[in-house]
C-alpha cells in the first residue's frame, strides 16, 4: 500500500470502532474489511493492547473481532465457521455481544429456530 499520508476509509472506520470500544460504547466489535489492510489493523490493535481474532470472509476480504477477552473467548468456540452456518443459539450470542437490539435478537432467534425445524422435520 504506498504511503500518501491519508488513511483508507476502512481504517478510519477501524480507527472509530477502536476509538469506541476504548470508551465503553462496545464490548466486541466485528468489522469485515479487505484483507489487504489486515496487517495495519493488527498493529494498531497489538499498539493498544487490544485483543483480536481474523476470520477469512470470502476470497479478499476478513472479519476482525476485537474487544473484551471474555467475549473473544465465547465466540472463538464458534467463529471458525461462516457466519451464515452458525446456529440459531450462536448467531443470538453473537448479536447480543455485538450489541444489537435484544427484541430483534429474539425475534432473529425465533425465525432461525422455526426455520432449522422446519427443515430437520422435512
Known amino acids: 500500500m504506498e504511503q500518501t499520508g491519508v488513511l483508507p476509509g476502512e481504517i478510519r472506520v477501524l480507527h472509530n470502532h477502536i476509538y469506541e470500544y476504548k470508551k465503553g460504547v462496545r464490548n466486541l466489535v466485528l468489522f469485515t474489511m479487505n484483507e489487504r489492510y489486515l496487517t495495519l489493523a493488527r498493529e494498531r490493535l497489538e499498539r493498544q493492547n487490544i485483543p483480536y481474532l481474523v476470520q477469512r470472509a470470502g476470497r479478499n476480504n476478513i472479519n476482525l473481532y476485537f474487544g473484551q477477552p471474555e467475549c473473544l473467548e465465547t465466540i472463538s468456540t464458534f ?44
Open 79 to 122: 467463529v471458525g465457521r461462516p457466519l451464515n452456518r452458525l446456529t440459531p443459539e450462536e448467531d443470538f450470542i453473537l448479536g447480543a455481544l455485538l450489541g444489537y437490539n435484544i427484541c430483534e435478537q429474539c425475534k432473529r432467534f425465533c425465525s432461525k429456530k422455526k426455520d432449522t425445524c422446519e427443515a430437520e422435520r422435512a
